[in-house]
């Protein structure tokens, strides 16, 4: 076969999130962390993602939020709602908002996430993209034919240590060549934050936020 050549767009980038508001998010940080400063470290990690996929050559930049966008949302973004129902029926939907062209998908805990790590989404021949994570599930997905996403992704067991492993499956066995990322480790736990803090990019907020929370007599 030959390989696919390049697409003529780049693709579709999506950041899946909730809105960082105190007791809503990251509650794994707390303890030792308060709501509001799980809250605050959420917020660093997602303002990092966003302005990061701002240096990735995209099509379009979509926020597909569950929650108001805030003073951390950069420009250069669609904000759409996220969909009802549990978390494979809320990420088959953001795949169904692209309208063309190869789609990446990433959530907002990944602070370390740097621009290189997806340089080649889209050009490198594949059909799937996935990024494995530390606890065993998943922290981007990508297609070449968005349409495919819904009958991959739904179904498939959220927030165990197996998810990763059967999406990956699922995409092998519906015939689609996949191109793996990098594995990165999300930030649910403090342990997580202190293991992803040293391989955060020069000037992220996550870190920044982190250190300053570390100096905070408690």
Same mark, same amino acid.
């Given at each position: 076969?030959?390989?696919?050549?390049?697409?003529?767009?780049?693709?579709?980038?999506?950041?899946?999130?909730?809105?960082?508001?105190?007791?809503?998010?990251?509650?794994?940080?707390?303890?030792?962390?308060?709501?509001?400063?799980?809250?605050?470290?959420?917020?660093?990690?997602?303002?990092?993602?966003?302005?990061?996929?701002?240096?990735?050559?995209?099509?379009?930049?979509?926020?597909?939020?569950?929650?108001?966008? @805030? &003073?951390?949302?950069?420009? *250069?973004?669609?904000? #759409?709602?996220? %969909? /009802?129902?549990? !978390?494979?029926?809320? =990420?088959?939907?953001?795949?169904?908002?692209?309208?063309?062209?190869?789609?990446?998908?990433?959530?907002?805990?990944?602070?370390?996430?740097?621009?290189?790590?997806?340089?080649?989404?889209?050009?490198?021949?594949?059909?799937?993209?996935? @990024? &494995?994570?530390?606890?065993? *599930?998943?922290?981007? #997905?990508?297609? %070449? /034919?968005?349409? !495919?996403?819904?009958? =991959?992704?739904?179904?498939?067991?959220?927030?165990?240590?197996?998810?990763?492993?059967?999406?990956?499956?699922?995409?092998?066995?519906?015939?689609?060549?996949?191109?793996?990322?990098?594995?990165?480790?999300?930030?649910?736990?403090?342990?997580?934050?202190?293991?992803?803090?040293?391989?955060?990019?020069?000037?992220?907020?996550?870190?920044?936020?982190?250190?300053? =929370?570390?100096?905070?007599?408690?």
């Amino acid at each position: 076969m030959n390989p696919r050549p390049e697409p003529a767009c780049p693709p579709t980038l999506l950041v899946i999130a909730k809105e960082p508001l105190p007791g809503r998010v990251k509650t794994r940080l707390t303890p030792p962390y308060t709501p509001e400063e799980a809250a605050l470290l959420a917020e660093a990690a997602l303002t990092d993602t966003l302005h990061t996929l701002l240096h990735v050559p995209a099509r379009r930049r979509l926020l597909v939020l569950h929650g108001t966008p @805030g &003073p951390w949302l950069p420009p *250069g973004y669609e904000v #759409l709602p996220q %969909a /009802d129902g549990g !978390l494979d029926e809320r =990420l088959a939907a953001a795949f169904g908002h692209c309208d063309g062209g190869p789609a990446l998908l990433v959530g907002m805990d990944t602070p370390q996430l740097t621009p290189d790590l997806l340089a080649d989404v889209g050009r490198d021949g594949h059909d799937a993209w996935f @990024g &494995p994570a530390a606890d065993g *599930g998943f922290w981007a #997905l990508g297609f %070449a /034919d968005p349409s !495919l996403a819904g009958a =991959l992704v739904r179904g498939v067991p959220m927030s165990t240590d197996r998810t990763g492993s059967v999406q990956r499956r699922r995409l092998v066995e519906a015939g689609l060549s996949v191109g793996d990322l990098p594995p990165l480790r999300d930030v649910d736990t403090a342990a997580d934050a202190a293991s992803v803090v040293s391989r955060c990019p020069s000037g992220s907020r996550f870190a920044a936020a982190l250190t300053a =929370l570390a100096e905070t007599v408690r």
